[in-house]
């Protein structure tokens, strides 16, 4: 069993920054993949920025430029730096890990953490 501890999220106004960290604890093994989803009320849960091993990095459109991930020597936490938030990043942020073991893939969620961005 894997647990995801995630911490950072709180209130902040329009143009600040927040840093949100994740660690994964329960497992032998280094989640392959790594990286933070969002929802927002009445949205669907999007993808906001990912990490792999192999230092491939994703994110999502409306982010770039603003936000940056970033994993541990360990590769077992997960860190997003944001930064020129707007009212429109706010969301509950989740952590999400997938890890390969015994041949297949094995995808966990943290509880989330609320980010909310005040005009």
């Known amino acids: 069993q894997v647990q995801l501890a995630e911490s950072g999220g709180g209130l902040v106004q329009a143009g600040g920054s927040l840093r949100l960290s994740c660690a994964a604890s329960?497992?032998?093994?280094?989640?392959?993949?790594m990286g933070w989803y969002r929802q927002a009320p009445g949205k669907e849960r999007e993808l906001v920025a990912h990490e792999s091993t192999s230092d491939v990095i994703d994110y999502l459109n409306t982010v770039k430029g603003r936000f940056s991930i970033s994993r541990g020597n360990a590769k077992n936490t997960v860190y997003l730096q944001m930064t020129s938030l707007t009212p429109e990043d706010t969301a509950v942020y989740f952590c999400?890990?997938?890890?390969?073991?015994?041949?297949?893939?094995?995808?966990?969620w943290g509880q989330g953490t609320q980010v909310t961005v005040s005009s």
């Open positions: 329960g497992s032998v093994d280094s989640p392959i993949l």
């Open positions: 999400n890990a997938v890890i390969l073991s015994s041949g297949r893939k094995w995808e966990y």
